[in-house]
């Protein structure tokens, strides 16, 4: 029988395998940002223990860092002392680090591919959960706790029990505007938040084949809000050509030997999957949030719904007290709801293309009079781009604020947070109670929904915009 | 690792499906650069409401946490298993839960017993209709027992082992370090190295 993508990486990886015991695999990639590696370096001091491959070690600071005022230093004194940990870490420990300032610096998940760090075939691991967006390459990508950071770091392998397997077959034509967040909202409603537990997915089937390099991180970064082990797609010419020049690209007679072996890693015809889920990309429409985690999603033409629909126990008391915390009423049209802040950014959507679709949205227009909008490109790099391209202009005329990169309003652990009851609608990937800041309430969105509702003052798309810009000027 | 072998101690029933990361300690708490004093951040924003079950003083000093469906989802932050732990807790109980969540706990020494819902709802009723009557949790023989409650749990047999004797896993995986050497031997040539960096535009 024939191997899925995800078994070909696998094995090409097992550096021992023994029954009754976790294969031990090799790590291609260890990403390291300030949040959750200061006590695995700690680790290594007191046993006396250094790290095996820097060459294969990347660190930058992304979780803390401000958005404004990157040249001063930090004023928080808790988020400055671990990030200045990190970087006393990285000179003790020989590691590769992108700091502040650095034009390289930028979210952990956007700067890997970013510098084609990250490559089919590879395992990628980061003390961060959105490190499945790397599996857009055809990479075995996932997050691990600080243990496991230690265990990488001391050891660049790391003993995992061999997950199941489940393919996402995604055919049809999405519809014009459409995005790869509306697909992977549309698709962990469909699913729930723990659909994919003990899974690496594949995402595969003719909509994910048209899909950008871009757009198709932004499908595999939100794997792991279903509850996946990882993401894969295949890698194929769109791959290719996404990698070809770039920085850490291999060259000459080494790109040819690297293409034909990322050529093989597609799932054999013959491939058993343990479990398979279809979606029809051509029945889909802007997909929103309404609760509090990222499997509570509508149609942004629905309505909130109402907990009594729903028949599992867990899933009624749940919707509660998500509606409670949302403040929101069963039956209201979601385009009704009104927001404060509009945050565009994230490892999902921080990257280029997902800056010039916003921003095509929101040209010649006015963002609402109360409503604040953060632009936040999700690295140095996507930053110079968008200004090269006058994206910062264009945000910026319309009112937006546009800022230096990171995680920003993400999670609250930088000065970018909601405050107590105000509302985001947000490009990011997790609508968690508190999540952008203490009793802060967010609704998921893709950036042309982010942009369009920045303009209207309440959740909307694109197509709203059409006559409603009067009432707003 | 402390070994762990069983455990006695009262529980707290949490009745929240989908309890993520973020919820058992939210972000602004994770910036601490040791693995102590993260008990202030657990459950912080619930924990304002007097009413929150880890304010009832019925449950005060419980060792067990029983949540609901989906616990540990999100956030891969191992802070939360270190919050949880030292706030006393040494055993989760509960039905599903996030797989990095799972696997941290595993490595900190927490023990994660998965049971169906069914035996969830049931120690729910248990806990609230006689809060403060211990629980014995055995990880040898993967019970959960009380006066007139008996139940398995489920642990794979490697995380088990593990527990029980106390290993650190980098320790056994040094244990095999050849084989790892032999591995990097024959990794192909045009794999990338973030060392010497090449940076756009030049370095």
């Known amino acids: 029988m024939g191997k899925t993508l995800s078994e070909k990486v696998w094995d090409a990886h097992v550096v021992r395998s023994v029954a009754g015991e976790p294969d031990l695999l090799f790590i291609d990639l260890h990403l390291v940002h300030e949040v959750t590696s200061p006590q695995a370096f700690d680790g290594l001091r007191q046993s006396g223990r250094g790290v095996r491959r820097p060459d294969l070690t990347l660190a930058t600071e992304d979780h803390n860092t401000p958005t404004l005022n990157i040249d001063r230093p930090i004023a928080d004194p808790v988020s400055r002392t671990q990030v200045e940990t990190l970087r006393k870490n990285a000179s003790e420990f020989g590691v590769r680090i992108h700091s502040l300032g650095d034009l390289d610096q930028g979210i952990v998940h956007i700067i890997g591919p970013q510098l084609v760090l990250t490559q089919p075939g590879m395992t990628v691991v980061c003390g961060d959960s959105h490190t499945s967006t790397h599996g857009a390459f055809g990479a075995l990508a996932f997050g691990i706790g600080t243990s496991e950071v230690e265990h990488v770091l001391a050891t660049q392998t790391l003993p995992q029990p061999r997950p199941k397997t489940m393919a996402v077959n995604i055919e049809g034509e999405l519809p014009p505007g459409l995005t790869a967040k509306d697909v992977v909202l549309a698709l962990i409603a469909k699913v729930g938040t723990g659909g994919g537990q003990g899974h690496i997915v594949e995402y595969r089937g003719s909509a994910i084949e048209k899909l950008s390099m871009e757009a198709r991180m932004t499908i595999c970064n939100m794997s792991i809000e279903w509850g996946a082990k990882a993401g894969m797609i295949a890698p194929d010419e769109t791959t290719f050509g996404y990698l070809k020049g770039r920085p850490h690209a291999p060259q000459g007679a080494e790109w040819d030997a690297a293409v034909e072996y990322w050529r093989t890693l597609r799932s054999d015809p013959d491939a058993h999957f343990d479990a398979e889920v279809d979606l029809d990309a051509s029945q889909l429409s802007p997909f929103v949030t309404w609760g509090t985690n990222p499997g509570q999603g509508v149609p942004l033409s629905g309505r909130v719904p109402d907990p009594e629909e729903f028949s599992e126990v867990a899933d009624r008391t749940a919707a509660t007290k998500a509606l409670e915390y949302m403040a929101l009423t069963p039956g209201q049209s979601m385009r009704e709801i009104a927001v404060d802040t509009v945050f565009l950014g994230s490892c999902t959507n921080g990257r280029i293309e997902d800056l010039r679709t916003a921003a095509d949205v929101i040209k010649g227009r006015r963002i609402a009079d109360r409503v604040r909008m953060l632009v936040v490109p999700g690295s140095a790099r996507v930053r110079l781009q968008a200004e090269a391209e006058g994206l910062d202009v264009v945000f910026k005329e319309a009112g937006a604020e546009w800022r230096a990169a990171g995680c920003s309003m993400c999670l609250g652990m930088n000065p970018d947070q909601l405050a107590p009851g105000e509302r985001a609608a947000s490009t990011s990937n997790r609508n968690f109670e508190g999540r952008q800041g203490k009793g802060g309430r967010t609704h998921l969105v893709s950036p042309p929904v982010a942009a369009a509702t920045a303009v209207l003052g309440h959740l909307g798309s694109p197509a709203d915009l059409v006559g409603a810009v009067a009432e707003n000027r | ?203």
């Open chain 2, 1 to 203: 690792m402390e070994k762990f072998l069983t455990h006695t101690g009262t529980a707290l029933p949490l009745r929240r499906s989908n309890v993520d990361t973020d919820q058992i300690i939210p972000a602004v708490y994770l910036k601490r650069v040791v693995k102590t004093g993260f008990e202030d951040g657990l459950f912080a924003a619930w924990r304002a409401d007097p009413n929150f079950v880890l304010n009832q003083p019925q449950y005060a000093g419980a060792t067990i946490l029983i949540p609901g469906p989906d616990f540990g989802t999100g956030s891969s932050r191992e802070h939360a298993v270190w919050a949880l732990q030292n706030y006393g807790f040494r055993v989760v109980i509960g039905s599903r839960f996030g797989d990095i969540f799972r696997g941290n706990s595993g490595k900190s020494g927490l023990l994660i017993a998965q049971v169906d819902q069914k035996i969830v709802e049931e120690l729910w009723d248990f806990v609230e209709s006689q809060p403060g009557t211990a629980l014995n949790v055995d990880l040898a023989e993967r019970t959960v027992t009380a006066p007139g409650f008996q139940a398995g749990f489920e642990i794979d047999d490697y995380t088990r082992w593990r527990l029980m004797e106390g290993l650190d896993d980098i320790g056994l995986t040094l244990r095999h370090v050849e084989d790892i050497d032999a591995f990097e031997a024959k990794r192909p040539e045009f794999l990338p190295k973030t060392l010497p960096a090449k940076v756009a535009g030049g370095s």
